[in-house]
């Protein structure tokens, strides 16, 4: 890995804004293998459950009360509200309602949550412009690909420094799939990326705080009106990207520009993409999977007289809370995560409500759980053993939970995930067609159609 | 001077965030000496005339075309135009066209532009809400007081990795003033400032591009966006500037404290704010200077047989360009400002026009203009020899430039700047009017009445 860390080597830098820019304006619609098809689709469909799930959240109320002040023209929807607002503001109110819940895609090798800025500035423009949904996807596949390989550039350093990476690749990621839809040549994309690169948004500080969701939804917006700017003739520099004073160099001490170059066009970011099962942190999923694997073994709660958990110290050490209180500290409780998996059979966003957390039942069960630090399970692994009232005793073992990349969610799961977080706002029965869209939209004529579904 | 360089020191840093958003939520109206209040006219005054200046300039018309995408309302007015768009566009706007030509103020310590951000929020804001005079100069003073005094905190550590300072103190120094403008308190306000943290925008690779003014114009419309949206509810780290993973650790490896809160609320940073009364990079306007005291003492172009120099070696290093072919070559040229000096007794934009930079007179005359290195000679210095025809030969030494912290434009060149810029877009009637109107802002009941004076 070619880590440059001194000013000498930033002249060997490639033309790397120039590269991707002739990347996302020159490659062949659906230039890529049917896999790659398949997961956009799948990445898409995961991001509208999502902003539907959480449309009518009070951080996207708060930002939408923000943006009514604007008197915006109603240009486009926003997924599971009525109101319409401009399409900037759209791809704001998105990219929050999104990623609200925590509960959106994840680039595991950059945490990256990629669909988050990338769709949510496309689906507004889409809806505006009357595209069709094979222009949709072929602009998350490459916008995706330009905030993750640029993404993979600057990991983990300019992470670990402190930027949420999710909105300081997103206005990238967001800028080059809008200069696709919109197709501006492979000058006006290099402009509309210079223009982007220097709007990176986000501090991991804000963790806990509705800025959070705000960081892919300021990165959404920021993305398409970049590009928007460039297809006036907005000029930036044509090097933003790599020079010495360009994007990655004041936002990162590590820069492998090879991430770009690397198989460009050939290996498709999107691919890594997974979803998240649980609408929580990821280190407890393995062990939410072992209880709903128990559950779905016929065991119930009622049957339980207690149940042995080995697990990794940082499961301990993140979500090791005893006695959560509230829908929050439920989140950071492996316990509560527990009780949920094998009661419900799940532990979406619902599970983690406040009353949820305080039912007696939940309450019961998780204090039958016990967890033990083993160091020889991995981080992605748990061991659980359930003891029965019956005297009998059930061992499971997770590798690798579902959700990740070796144990992808299955498209039914997708479904059944997206329904949760659908149905209670437009209705099981459009959530269906919804759904049906979702999968068919590489085939739409329109993105329209499909818009008016999502629709409360 | 404290200068943290590790994170054991992170947890003495003092509540920066809450003691900016208590001093701006609370400080009082006019709480400051009359030369302060005499200082912001002479800002806002000079942020005005650039904003007029440039107001049809192709930067100015790309990013309107973008936004007029958006249909945008006709909440506010664009200064030197006659559409209207919503406030927050016409802060983006604003902030574009005050900086295009590099001619607007100086805090000379951080190299900040301090009205670009705080100014072009406010004016459409304040326009908005009908807001009085007195509330704007309030707001003007205190925002420009919290970017600056953050500019201060991690300059130049942060200007040198490749940050536009503008920029990226710039929005919170917008949030910080509509915060203000907006009557929110400390806590909104500090919740104005987190948003706004999350939203650095602008590289020092943009310089020579329209990304450069887009920098404090989208720092504008962060800032302005943080405090509505702060004001309806959204949250932020309450720590967001200070914390570990806030704004100045992350921008900065260098981070004082101690500029935040010495002597806050008694001295205030718009006292050392200047105003650039040429129209180029900085290292020539003493060489300029220097012209237009020949001129002033009855010298005129066609007596000079040669003109000698000395300088300091940045001088020839920044601007040594002997033949220039177009208006901004002639920016880095100090043989054009010579010419135009002793020509015009001014450099203002249109002396850098490409048809002045190529008319016979100045061509003849800069190219009797020698200049040598000495460096005896100052930066903010210059030593001109005039060798007269008639044998005469004037001696002129000027140790700081007209402009400077030493040498302030006077109020009544500071009005001859603004006509220069304004005349030909409004009238020289209106462009008196508006004078008149910006030197008394702070007794005006309502803004109105100077911004229906800049309309085109």
């Not at 800025?211 to 003739?233: D, E, I, Q, V, Y």
């Not at 009622?302 to 940082?314: G, K, Q, Y």
């Not at 299955?410 to 209670?424: I, W, Y």
Request: aromatic share 6%; with cysteine; net charge negative.
């Amino acid at each position: 890995m070619a880590t440059n860390t001194n000013t000498v080597a930033d002249h060997h830098a490639p033309a790397i804004t120039q590269i991707l820019a002739e990347f996302v304006a020159t490659h062949p619609s659906k230039g890529w293998s049917d896999a790659v098809e398949h997961e956009a689709h799948r990445t898409f469909l995961n991001w509208l459950g999502c902003a539907i799930g959480a449309s009518d959240h009070a951080a996207a109320r708060a930002a939408l009360s923000a943006v009514h002040m604007l008197q915006p023209a109603p240009q486009a929807s926003i997924a599971g509200r009525s109101e319409r607002v401009d399409m900037a503001s759209a791809a704001l109110i998105h990219g929050i309602t999104s990623h609200t819940f925590d509960f959106d895609d994840t680039h595991l090798r950059t945490i990256i949550h990629p669909a988050g800025p990338v769709a949510s500035a496309l689906l507004p423009l889409a809806e505006h412009l009357g595209a069709s949904g094979r222009a949709v996807i072929d602009a998350l596949v490459l916008g995706i690909d330009v905030a993750c390989r640029l993404g993979n550039t600057v990991y983990p350093e300019h992470y670990d420094r402190g930027w949420h990476i999710t909105g300081t690749t997103g206005m990238l990621g967001s800028a080059a799939a809008c200069a696709r839809l919109l197709q501006l040549n492979t000058q006006q994309t290099a402009m509309a990326l210079g223009i982007a690169a220097s709007q990176p948004i986000g501090l991991r500080e804000q963790f806990g705080t509705m800025t959070k969701p705000f960081h892919p939804g300021g990165a959404a917006r920021a993305g398409l009106m970049s590009a928007l700017m460039a297809k006036h003739g907005f000029t930036a520099s044509g090097k933003a990207l790599e020079a010495p004073r360009g994007w990655a160099q004041v936002v990162s001490t590590k820069y492998d520009w090879n991430e770009v170059t690397d198989e460009l066009g050939k290996r498709f970011e999107i691919s890594s993409n997974t979803y998240k099962p649980f609408a929580c942190g990821i280190v407890i999923h393995p062990s939410i999977d072992a209880c709903v694997q128990l559950r779905d073994q016929g065991v119930k709660a009622e049957d339980v007289e207690r149940i042995e958990l080995r697990v990794h110290s940082l499961v301990l050490e993140l979500t090791g809370k005893k006695e959560p209180t509230d829908g929050l500290q439920g989140k950071f409780s492996v316990y509560h995560g527990c009780a949920a998996g094998l009661i419900f059979g799940r532990a979406a966003e619902e599970e983690f409500d406040d009353h949820i957390v305080n039912r007696e039942d939940v309450v019961t069960l998780r204090r039958k759980v016990h967890a033990t630090v083993d160091n020889n399970i991995r981080e992605e692994s748990t061991d659980l053993t359930a003891f029965l009232k019956d005297g009998r005793k059930i061992h499971v073992f997770v590798e690798h939970a579902i959700g990740s990349v070796q144990r992808p969610m299955t498209d039914a799961a997708l479904e059944a995930k997206f329904h949760g977080m659908s149905d209670a706002v437009i209705g099981a029965d459009k959530t269906n067609a919804l759904l049906q869209a979702c999968w068919g939209l590489g085939q739409a004529a329109n993105v329209q159609a499909l818009v008016a579904l999502t629709k409360a």
